[in-house]
């Protein structure tokens, strides 16, 4: 371990070594450029909806087209309004809660913040 390199960006190791112009990470097997400044990753991820509104915890936004839910005949229809969203990382990123439905997970850009 050389007290002069950097520590891995991804898994914060002390191993890495250097290869040419490449460091190497030997547990996460991660390799970046000695040169390369890594990104800060603290990064604030804003989540909006389908008009372009900033959508926050505890909002409330209206469905905008039938949803058809994965593995059943149910629809969320167009207008049904959700209430106290909470918002999630991923593909889908609003957990909620709809009156008839159930818990689940909708994706930003079906919603309209009401």
Known sequence: ???????????????????????????CAHEWSAEEV??????VV??????????????SVTVIKDLKIKGSSQVV??????????????DHDIDCKIDGIGNMQLKSEFVRKA
Request: net charge negative.
């Open 1 to 27: 371990m050389s007290a002069s390199l950097p520590p891995c960006p991804q898994c914060k190791s002390g191993f890495v070594y250097e290869d040419g112009p490449l460091l190497i990470c030997p547990e």
């Open 38 to 43: 890594p990104e800060p990753e603290d990064e």
């Open 46 to 59: 804003v989540i909006k909806d389908a008009v372009g509104n900033v959508l926050q915890d505890g909002d």
């Open 77 to 90: 229809k167009v207008g049904t309004k959700v209430r106290s969203i909470r918002l999630t990382g991923g």
